[in-house]
């Protein structure tokens, strides 16, 4: 069935620094895929999405491409600040009626 | 505003109490879905309904029941909670007949004890 792996947290910066956290997914089809965020003590927020190949979702200085030859999403952000302090979920909505989610990565930056 | 509306955020429970979360949304959706999230699991589906009175099983329904009379409203029914319920419940919306976009509600953090 459909999966989705993220790379395991916790994830610490410093502010400014690079950020990537890794997702892969199987799935047959097409698929579309999200980056959730959530922070302390607040429900999930959709933070970007792209919804086929070579797509580019991009929200809050956070970018992240389809690749299907790698069936990869990454998360990206060229400089983070301590209010991205959150754990952030790769999810698939593929083609049953679930979104598919990650466990979650943890990113926690420090001044 | 577009909005998830969970009720309670927090609760504390006794062993075979009946509960019932309530969820709302005001944005004529026609999915809706409760998951749970526990540490090192990430969210799982509970139930799912993809229009009034549809409703189905996701991945973990055992324990739990739903019902949807109307569109806006979701509740998630505990009819005898167990200790291994205590989690971090959500209630999410998708318009459409299918979880894409999901809008999530704050959460319900269940303590049953």
């Known amino acids: 069935g459909d999966s989705v792996t993220q790379m395991e947290g916790p994830v610490t910066l410093s502010e400014e620094a690079f950020l990537t956290i890794n997702c892969t997914y199987t799935a047959t089809g097409y698929p579309s895929l999200f980056w959730y965020v959530q922070y302390p003590g607040e429900g999930l927020q959709l933070l970007l999405k792209a919804t086929k190949a070579d797509d580019k979702g991009s929200n809050k200085g956070f970018e992240a491409t389809y690749r299907k030859e790698t069936t990869s999403f990454h998360l990206e952000k060229g400089s983070v600040q301590v209010s991205d302090s959150a754990v952030y979920f790769c999810a698939l909505g593929g083609a049953g009626t679930a979104l598919i989610f990650g466990k979650g990565t943890t990113l926690s930056v420090s001044s | 505003e577009a909005q998830v509306t969970q009720n309670p955020r927090y609760l504390i429970t006794v062993t075979g109490k009946k509960l019932t979360v309530t969820c709302s949304q005001n944005?004529?959706?026609?999915?809706m879905s409760w998951y749970r999230q526990d540490p090192g699991l990430g969210l799982r589906q509970i139930y799912y309904?993809?229009?009034?009175?549809?409703?189905d099983k996701g991945d973990v329904p055992e324990g739990y029941k739903v019902s949807r009379k109307e569109k806006r409203n979701f509740p998630l029914i505990l009819e005898s909670p167990s200790p291994n319920q205590t989690s971090l419940y959500f209630c999410?919306?998708?318009?459409?007949?299918?979880?894409?976009?999901?809008?999530f509600g704050q959460g319900t953090r269940l303590t049953v004890v």
């Open positions: 944005m004529n959706h026609e999915y």
């Open positions: 309904s993809m229009n009034v009175e549809v409703t």
């Open positions: 999410a919306s998708s318009p459409g007949a299918r979880a894409r976009e999901a809008f």
